[in-house]
């Protein structure tokens, strides 16, 4: 459904890469590196032709990239989800339905393909929730004053980290990654296309700040980049992936080997342990906290029966989705981990709006909360302990890479 009858909503075509790159760069405020241009038309992470764009006399002026990803949910399985992205409207169209129209095409899409979930990182955290969706990632920018920083003297010392060269290290670096994605909630598998843009690593991802070095474990690796930061020498952390927790405290154990080095800025997630290896948890100073990710179900039975719980639940939820009109009552049976969920004509147990359902969906937030804040009604607190024990997840889910 166009907004008026003087935009058409339609695929892309080749043919608009260049329009749709100007609208992107417009609107996201950078020029594309020529060298990343190159790769990306070889090889892009999201294709031109599975976009969907608005036209306004031959000229566009809305788009939504979509693709696929493999995400991971609780109990470790791979889902095959939507993953949308560089979504715009120009400037100069701005508040006429435009992306509402997009999105409405858009999700019909993805219901029809089957596709259980939809998930993106946002710009603003006002736009999405009428669309049905919820955080569901978050993470901490933290700086580590590195001259002060300790150590506690139980804090484990494993070793067996060394400094490589990173194009040397890319297949270990994939290769832990994937390790790493596969036992991660909230992570997506990394495409090629993905990989190429990290190991580009174009002058306009650096923020000023050197190439990239790496730190490599067996089971982990740092990627990082020196900065110069208010006359401070710091080491950004730009991403840190360990599948042991001997490579989690190796890594960080030579990233504060870095004598020369007065700070450490990274992102972290909310239960990295970091802050209780270190004799002050103080010396890991939380700057901002970002939600990351974002996850609306499309189709909640399947969402629901995807992921695996921890406690059994019998319950049924009723469910309120005013933009796709595919909510409804459900009723959700887990017995040792495994859920059953179907419609039915049952009297609920627990309401709440698919944007609150999808804030659960990775444990990160807590139905206690949406409780407390109104946002989800249930029959009595009990039921809430009860849908609590089963949703919560024994780690964060943590985000693979934006996108
Ligand atoms: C996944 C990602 O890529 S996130 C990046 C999103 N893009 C950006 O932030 C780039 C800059 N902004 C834009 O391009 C545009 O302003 C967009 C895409 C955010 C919105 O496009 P528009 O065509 O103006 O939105 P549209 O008119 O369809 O509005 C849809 C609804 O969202 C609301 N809305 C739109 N933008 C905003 C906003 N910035 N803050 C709060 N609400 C908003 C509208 O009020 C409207 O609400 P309603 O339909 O419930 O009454």
Not at 38 to 60: H, S
Not at 183 to 196: F, K, L, N
Request: proline share 5%; net charge negative.
């Amino acid at each position: 459904m166009a907004p008026s009858p003087d935009i058409t909503i339609r695929n892309a075509e080749s043919s608009d890469a260049d329009q749709m790159r100007l609208l992107t760069e417009t609107n996201f405020a950078f020029r594309t590196d020529p060298e990343l241009l190159k790769a990306e038309q070889q090889d892009p992470v999201f294709r031109t032709e599975d976009a969907l764009i608005a036209v306004d006399q031959g000229r566009v002026v809305g788009q939504v990239k979509v693709g696929r990803q493999l995400l991971t949910v609780p109990g470790a399985r791979a889902v095959e989800v939507a993953a949308i992205s560089g979504v715009v409207v120009a400037p100069t169209h701005r508040r006429r339905g435009i992306l509402r129209a997009m999105y409405t095409e858009q999700h019909r899409r993805t219901e029809e393909a089957g596709l259980p979930l939809t998930i993106f990182t946002v710009s603003e955290g006002t736009i999405y929730g009428r669309f049905g969706y919820g955080p569901v990632i978050v993470a901490n920018s933290v700086t580590i004053d590195r001259t002060e920083a300790e150590f506690r003297s139980t804090a484990p010392d494993p070793g067996g980290v060394f400094l490589v060269d990173t194009a040397e290290a890319k297949d270990r670096i994939i290769d832990i990654y994937d390790r790493w994605h596969r036992q991660t909630i909230g992570t997506q598998a990394s495409p090629p296309s993905q990989w190429r843009r990290v190991f580009a690593d174009p002058e306009s991802y650096r923020d000023g700040g050197t190439s990239l070095f790496t730190l490599l474990h067996a089971d982990g690796y740092a990627q990082y980049r020196y900065m110069d930061k208010d006359d401070k020498n710091q080491v950004y952390v730009e991403d840190l992936r360990a599948v042991t927790p001997d490579a989690h405290v190796a890594l960080w154990r030579a990233l504060m080997g870095l004598d020369l080095i007065d700070e450490i800025a990274t992102l972290l997630a909310e239960d990295d342990p970091l802050p209780y290896l270190l004799k002050d948890i103080r010396s890991v100073r939380v700057k901002n906290r970002h939600d990351l990710l974002w996850l609306r179900t499309m189709d909640i039975p399947a969402a629901l029966t995807a992921r695996t719980y921890l406690d059994d639940l019998d319950i049924v939820v009723a469910v309120d989705d005013p933009f796709r009109n595919a909510g409804g009552a459900f009723a959700l049976r887990v017995r040792d981990g495994i859920a059953e969920c179907e419609p039915t004509t049952r009297s609920a147990d627990i309401e709440l709006g698919i944007d609150v359902l999808a804030s659960m969906y990775l444990g990160t937030y807590s139905p206690r909360l949406f409780a407390a804040a109104n946002r989800l009604q249930a029959k009595d607190s009990g039921t809430v302990r009860a849908l609590e024990a089963a949703f919560r997840t024994e780690h964060a889910a943590k985000l693979g890479w934006h996108f």
